[in-house]
């Protein structure tokens, strides 16, 4: 399983980007897909998760401001994040796990949100 996520960028706070996730090698029906991030000089934190059956859960920071999608034809999952504040700031990792299964076995190369004050 292979995961290449993309998206990141700088951005003023109260923008908004939409990273992306492409997955090759587990569909995505068969797939619970993990958003996490690690900002400057802190360990990596998880921000929430799409499931294979599109049931979606967010931590309380990122309510109402991040959504996540997926494109089955695409093999792809979305985070749109809106209202972005500079504490959001992080490199942001993508991660899969077998639907089901409880440890992420597969981990995207994350990709970098700065967002200037």
């Known amino acids: 399983v292979q995961l290449q996520a993309s998206g990141g960028g700088l951005v003023q706070a109260g923008g908004s980007l939409r990273l992306s996730c492409v997955v090759s090698?587990?569909?995505?029906?068969?797939?619970?897909m993990g958003w996490f991030r690690q900002a400057p000089g802190k360990t990596r934190t998880y921000v929430g998760t799409?499931?294979?059956?599109?049931?979606?859960y967010y931590v309380n920071s990122v309510k109402g401001r991040f959504t996540f999608s997926r494109d089955s034809a695409k093999n792809t999952v979305y985070l749109q994040m809106n209202s972005l504040k500079t504490e959001d700031t992080a490199i942001y990792y993508c991660?899969?796990?077998?639907?089901?299964?409880?440890?992420?076995?597969?981990w995207g190369q994350g990709t970098l949100v700065t967002v200037s004050s």
């Open positions: 991660a899969s796990v077998r639907a089901g299964a409880t440890e992420y076995d597969s």
């Open positions: 799409v499931t294979s059956t599109c049931a979606t």
């Open positions: 090698g587990r569909s995505l029906s068969d797939s619970d």
